[in-house]
């Protein structure tokens, strides 16, 4: 809109004056353009916003502006979505061209057209820009990624726009289905700064682990991980998974999520929040930082209590082993993943029977921060293999910290290239009752 300066006036910025008799100052003149044009413009902007202009309501602009506003900035705002040009343009207009225009805007694909003079003018629009329109009633948001438009999110169906897929649908890209494999990558969201979730055993997986308390917080670390992998897919920053109140959580495998992954109870009172279960925790292609919290083997065991496997990377810190005896698994395994144990004097903590309480193969490692420790229960619990084995090519570095305790069996093994080192703490430095022993390549310095 054009500003319109005083009937008569030569400077065509000239402002308005009131009439003035003692000082013989007439009052400006007012062009019919400078009433008509603010209407026309206000009038434009509540029709855009989908309302109907009426004289009785004269909070519509602020109404218009509201509902062309999304999530916080006002986007562009297009008359619509679609292949063929509108009969009787209006001026003014400007839509959003699919992908197989037709007429006027035939050769025009995934451009904007916008109605001026009479004419139709094309642009191109820049990548990431998002535009709004409106249809039935309601908003719709569709974003330029530099080849076409897509669907901002698609969670509902549109009548003539977005259909369900099938199941076969998403396999094979084909079909009207909004939701295709080859469309799957814009409908994932992303994180835009490190984030909290609360998981309590009072939750529900069908929150979305907003707050710490029942109608906020997840029941299940399964649960919130498929939360996470429905809406942003691999995420590219750091989460943490708070356990929001004490109590006993289902054990889960926890897998792409290599920006990292914060399990956490309470540094102070790891009893009181116990990871429990017959599978353990398995960490792959993930970086895990596990804190302040207990993992325990119950039931019937079918698989070690921490494993980390290929790709995996977890720190412990302030955790406790336990759970019911058994002479099968281990407490920890890193088959090809390493774990790393951080912490005071007794980071990480054994009071369950297992077949081993440390255990590398496969390359993988676990190592000692500088001043972390290793405590064995002196209730002395049973280690039916090893207490410490590493194997085809596993290392297991324990001279940076502590290990203290005591328990009963083989101190350690070492075969096959794998390499056990306490930094020269000897023999002994390993509790148990019996000597350990190397064989086939195996080192134990």
Request: hydrophobic share 40%; glycine share 14%.
């Amino acid at each position: 809109m054009k500003y319109q300066a005083p009937f008569g006036s030569l400077d065509p910025n000239a402002p308005y004056v009131d009439k003035n008799v003692p000082g013989a100052v007439a009052g400006s003149k007012v062009p019919a353009k400078a009433i008509e044009h603010p209407q026309r413009e206000i009038e434009t902007a509540i029709l855009q916003a989908g309302l109907v202009p009426s004289e009785g309501d004269l909070t519509q602009l602020a109404q218009a502006i509201r509902r062309l506003t999304r999530d916080g900035r006002v986007d562009f705002v297009v008359d619509g979505w679609q292949n063929n040009p509108p009969a009787g343009p209006v001026e003014g207009a400007c839509y959003a061209i699919f992908d197989v225009p037709t007429g006027a805007w035939a050769g025009q694909a995934n451009k904007l057209a916008f109605r001026r003079n009479n004419a139709w003018d094309f642009e191109v629009p820049k990548t990431g820009l998002m535009v709004q329109y409106w249809s039935a009633g309601r908003p719709y948001f569709i974003v330029y990624n530099g080849a076409g438009w897509i669907e901002d999110i698609a969670t509902t169906a549109m009548p003539g726009r977005v259909t369900l897929a099938s199941e076969q649908d998403v396999k094979d890209a084909v079909g009207t289905g909004v939701v295709q494999a080859r469309w799957m990558k814009h409908y994932t969201r992303s994180l835009l700064a490190n984030s909290t979730f609360y998981i309590r055993t009072d939750g529900n997986d069908a929150n979305d682990g907003s707050a710490n308390n029942a109608v906020g917080a997840f029941q299940t670390i399964a649960g919130a991980q498929a939360y996470i992998r429905d809406r942003y897919g691999v995420p590219g920053r750091p989460i943490i998974f708070k356990l929001g109140a004490p109590g006993t959580f289902a054990q889960a495998a926890i897998s792409n999520m290599p920006a990292g992954l914060t399990i956490e109870g309470d540094l102070a009172n790891q009893g009181g929040y116990v990871l429990a279960g017959t599978g353990g925790i398995a960490v792959t292609g993930s970086t895990v930082d596990l804190r302040g919290l207990s993992i325990s083997l119950m039931g019937t065991p079918t698989q070690h209590a921490l494993t980390s496997g290929a790709n995996g990377s977890v720190i412990l810190n302030a955790v406790t082993f336990g759970g019911v005896g058994q002479t099968t698994w281990s407490h920890i395994l890193a088959a090809s993943g390493q774990v790393t144990v951080v912490g005071g004097a007794s980071s990480v903590s054994f009071t369950a029977n297992a077949r081993r309480a440390l255990h590398a193969t496969g390359g993988g490692g676990i190592y000692m921060a500088t001043g972390a420790g290793l405590y064995f229960s002196v209730a002395n619990y049973t280690y039916a293999d090893a207490v410490v084995f590493a194997t085809t090519g596993g290392a297991i570095e324990l001279g940076n910290g502590t290990v203290t305790g005591s328990a009963i069996g083989q101190r350690y093994r070492a075969d096959l290239n794998g390499v056990i080192s306490t930094a020269g703490g000897g023999a002994n430095f390993i509790p148990g009752s019996s000597a350990g022993t190397v064989a086939t390549g195996g080192q134990y310095v």
